[in-house]
């Protein structure tokens, strides 16, 4: 640490993953950091979460390891299953990379830790405070998620496109609680579900489905149970017995949004889904936002010029979001395959299973290899 953010003050905007991870990084290093977040309480919402190395290496090196690991579970495999059930392959995460740990939280869980974490390191949290126009502050960190005001004001209006998938995301009671944790892919033509255990005896589900009707893009709309079951009421395994457990659901469109193209002015800084949303289907969304984090820090640590600092954050962040997220485009079209190229890729992933089951998740270390924590070393 070079003592550049000792005593800086720092508003940062949401209390989300990216603004609680930046509080607890700016912190730590001396800032005096407000965090203005517009929800009444830090309260119980959403689903789970899935928490890869990358993002992991961050968060123990902010002393959270503790914390986290009695909040999550230690996942040990991804399992692909077609859409009767049957398996595809199995991307085996502690014979493959035993020295890291992917684990599943509760994102309530989550955001619990890191409140925590933040106020512990001198954040002071306000709550009610929605803002509309940026505040002023000599360094202002927008981390106001999906519709940033931060971003606007960075970057103007953009319009976000449908894809045309919704996804409907569930918690329900675990009936196989006691069962290894994993994360198990369902993968039918045109939809498919992702599922994994979560601690005290719960489970998540998340379903997607190629869909032509707009629907909104939110966290917090309801739908009818009944809309999911016969979505998937052609799925086997243990998908029906799931979705029989399910008494409430949530749905939202997926939209793609562009990777700002601005993230900074000198003054104003973007973090998390405010600088790059991301759909669900790399589970990188929470932990993109961890890695902005500790990179933001580090850069301002660095330097005790702002503009160079923000500059040089921009610079290393763009290019490695930008990849996560088209790579999260990219997988939706794999799991939604119809026909002969499904039979086809099916049959390519059974037989790579087969003959060498580590490449499968080896295409990943580019992803998971990466530990921001060396970066400004
Ligand atoms: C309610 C909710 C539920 C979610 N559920 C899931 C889930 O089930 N599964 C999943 O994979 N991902 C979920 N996510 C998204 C996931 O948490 C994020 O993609 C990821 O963690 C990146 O976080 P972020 O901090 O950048 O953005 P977010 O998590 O969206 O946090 C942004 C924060 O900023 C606050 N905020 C926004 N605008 C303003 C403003 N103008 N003034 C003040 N505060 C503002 C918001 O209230 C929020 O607390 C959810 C997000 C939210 C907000």
Redesign the pocket.
């Known amino acids: 640490m070079s003592g550049a953010l000792k005593d800086r003050p720092v508003v940062i ?8 991870t930046s509080a607890i990084a700016l912190g730590r290093r001396g800032a005096r950091v407000t965090v ?4 009444d309480a830090i309260r119980e ?6 928490l890869s190395p990358n993002g992991m290496r961050v968060l123990d090196a902010l002393g959270l390891s503790r914390p986290i690991a009695q909040a999550s579970l230690r996942s040990h495999a991804v399992a692909l299953h077609d859409a009767t059930g049957a398996p595809v392959a199995r991307l085996d995460l502690i014979r493959h990379r035993p020295q890291d740990e992917f684990r599943l939280v509760h ?1 309530a869980r989550l955001i619990e830790v890191l409140a925590a974490a933040a106020r512990d390191a001198g954040a002071r949290i306000e709550l009610n ?4 126009t940026p505040p002023e502050a000599p360094l202002v960190i927008g ?7 931060i971003r606007s004001h960075l970057n103007g209006r953009e319009v976000p496109f449908f894809t045309h998938q919704v996804a409907w ?1 569930a918690v329900i009671a675990d009936a196989d609680a006691d069962a290894v944790p994993e994360a198990r892919i369902f993968m039918g033509p045109g939809r498919h579900l992702v599922s994994y255990p979560l601690p005290g005896g719960l489970r ?1 589900l ?1 379903a997607v489905q190629e869909r032509h009707e707009w629907q909104d893009e939110g ?2 709309i309801p739908d009818d149970p009944g809309n999911l079951r016969a979505t998937f009421s052609a799925f086997g395994g243990p998908v029906p017995g799931w979705l029989s457990a399910v008494n409430e659901v ?1 749905v939202w469109g997926l939209f793609r949004h562009e990777v700002a193209r601005r993230w900074q002015d000198g003054r104003h800084a973007l ?4 600088a790059h ?2 759909l ?1 289907f790399m ?1 990188q ?2 932990v ?2 961890i890695e902005d984090a500790w990179s933001l820090a580090a850069c301002l640590d660095a330097s005790a010029d702002q503009a160079v600092a923000l500059d040089r954050y921009q610079a290393m962040r763009a290019p490695r979001v930008t990849r996560i997220v088209a790579a999260a485009n990219a997988n939706a079209r794999n799991y939604h395959l119809t026909g002969t190229r499904r039979i086809l890729a099916h049959a390519a992933l059974r037989a790579a299973q087969r003959v060498a089951p580590g490449q499968l998740l080896s295409r990943f270390d580019w992803l998971y290899d990466h530990d921001p924590t060396l970066e400004l070393r």
């Open positions: 905007v949401g209390a989300g993953v990216a603004g609680l203005l977040e517009r929800a919402v959403g689903a789970g979460l899935q994102r405070r929605a803002v509309t981390a106001d998620g999906l519709r940033s005001v995301r998540n998340v966290w917090a949530h973090v998390g889904d405010a949303p991301t669900p589970a969304g929470a993109m936002a």
